[in-house]
């Protein structure tokens, strides 16, 4: 031999040490800042379920994605202007519509979605460490075990002016606490106020919160009336809320309200393993008991988890056109509840916080990536359909399931890569700004789905838009026991199929 090999423990104090003088370099880049460059690594790991997937897998996103496309054609395609309308109208529900206007043009509309899908898990990362370095704050448990919340129900469904007016929201709100002895804060806090609501109206109220219970905490005693006027700077959107601009009338408890609401709470971690999804939040609910009870729960923040946990049981399911209006809030509580705990713990409670937001960013990176490939086999049918078709689209949806399916408006890319005329759109007149130009019939979300129970039989001689359509669009777990008369197979995969219609008056003759 040549040498003598090193020792084992010398070999790792070699490697812990290089590390460490990495971490060193990497935090001298940041002007030294070692809880920032912290939040940019976590926050850049919430973004890898939409870096891996060739296009987000949210329920409600290719809708969407529809939707951006008709609002962008000004009228130039003309199949999209035969089949559809859209009103623009200043509402409290445009944040990515507005990110559109300039990003579709630069990076092409299905790439510029994208983007604003990574971005909006980024900002919110970076949202939770600009709140605890505003607070004056270590980034210990707390801060961390609230980076598990980004993947909120919410923003898996799609909802993405709501996710993106929090995490702008949360970012708004630490702002509030570094200029509060400025006497221009509210000058700045006006304008802000607007871009956040412009966003989405529930993320301007839940910035409201977070100032009101910060503003609360501080207060010389119960008669203090102080806090009620110091958010003054964010009530100028009420105005045009009060005006009626945008607004939608439509408000419902829904049915089963009790059993509905003790729902949403024990959901508010769901994701796509309910054995796993159910051991995070009791694991979550348990540390902040024990946080509460034991004092460590900064009530700066701690009021405010408690207003949007009440706010989750009293608002209603549905009000401003929009459903699940208070489960979007559920998992908002528990944000800030978790921002809320002020405990200095040993590592290994930060390795454990730290593991549990890593390992349901994981989950949903590798359930994304594999439905993105099934995607890729579905959106092949589209080779088949011509510009300007219409396509019913039906979709097989258990009645009962936990995880959250990405394909039950998967049939809006049609409309994006077919401008076709297709039924599972967001196009109702008076809720959403798009709507059908035919009103004859309804072609629109709900229509296309299909729910069914086990040991169902699904029949699609029955399915009424196949009615009004050339191609019937299938997307399903189970095969169906018939199709409409004269349906003739053009592609399928192991999940779904396209059929060409037959004329009504071929079946006739």
């Known amino acids: 031999m040549h040498g003598t090999a090193r020792p084992q423990t010398e070999q790792i104090g070699l490697t812990r040490a290089s590390w460490r003088a990495r971490w060193q370099r990497l935090a001298e880049l940041l002007g030294g800042d070692r809880a920032l460059l912290l939040g940019v690594l976590l926050a850049a790991i919430a973004a890898l379920p939409a870096l891996v997937a060739w296009a987000p897998q949210m329920t409600d996103y290719p809708s969407h994605l529809a939707g951006y496309k008709v609002a962008l054609d000004h009228g130039q395609d003309p199949y999209l202007t035969r089949y559809f309308v859209f009103n623009w109208e200043w509402t409290g529900n445009l944040g990515v ?65 709501y996710s993106l007016s929090v995490a702008l ?25 607007f871009v956040v609501w412009l966003c989405h109206v529930s993320g301007w109220g839940v910035m409201g919160v977070l100032m009101f219970g910060y503003e609360w905490s501080r207060r010389r005693n119960w008669l203090d009336w102080r806090p009620f006027i110091k958010p003054w700077p964010l009530i100028f959107p009420l105005f045009p809320m009060l005006l009626g601009v945008g607004a939608n009338s439509k408000v419902s408890y829904g049915r089963y309200v009790l059993d509905y609401k003790f729902g949403i709470l024990y959901k508010a971690m769901r994701s796509y393993d309910y054995w796993f999804d159910i051991a995070s939040v009791s694991a979550v609910a348990t540390l902040l008991a024990v946080a509460i ?42 944000l800030v509840a978790c921002l809320a705990i002020d405990w200095s713990l040993p590592r290994w409670a930060i390795v454990a916080a730290a593991s549990l937001f890593i390992s349901r960013t ?27 078709a219409r396509v019913a689209t039906a979709v097989a949806i258990p009645r009962v399931q936990w995880r959250f399916g990405p394909f039950e408006h ?38 296309q789905r299909i729910l069914y129970s086990p040991r169902q039989h699904i029949d699609l001689r029955k399915f009424a838009p196949a009615r009004h359509a050339e191609y019937l669009w299938y997307i399903g777990r189970i095969k169906p026991v018939a199709l409409p008369d004269g349906a003739r197979i053009l592609y399928s995969s192991p999940n779904s199929f396209l059929a060409r219609l037959a004329d009504p008056a071929d079946i006739a003759n």
């Open 410 to 447: 998967f049939g809006s890319y049609a409309v994006v890569r077919r401008s076709a005329m297709e039924n599972s759109n967001f196009a109702l007149p008076d809720v959403h700004m798009l709507s059908m130009r035919d009103l004859s019939y309804r072609f629109a979300d709900p229509s």
């Open 169 to 193: 929201g949360l970012l708004a709100f630490a702002l509030w606490i570094r200029l509060e002895d400025r006497p221009w804060r509210w000058a700045v806090m006006v304008p802000i106020g």
């Open 293 to 334: 009870f034991r004092r460590h729960f900064d009530g700066r923040l701690g009021w405010a988890a408690v207003i949007l946990l009440v706010l989750t049981l009293a608002v209603p399911r549905q009000i401003f056109g929009g459903d699940y209006a208070d489960y979007r809030l559920s998992t908002t509580a528990l």
């Open 362 to 388: 994981a989950v949903t990176t590798v359930v994304w990536y594999q439905d993105a490939q099934t995607a890729r086999q579905l959106i092949a049918a589209l080779d088949q359909v011509p510009e300007g």
């Open 97 to 161: 519509e507005l990110l559109m206007v300039p990003m579709a043009p630069l990076f092409g509309l299905e790439q510029a979605g994208r983007i604003i899908v990574v971005m909006i898990p980024f900002l919110s990362g970076l949202s939770i460490i600009a709140v605890c370095r505003s607070l004056g704050r270590r980034v210990d448990v707390g801060p961390i075990l609230a980076f598990a919340m980004i993947w909120s129900p919410s923003l898996l469904m799609g909802f993405l002016n």
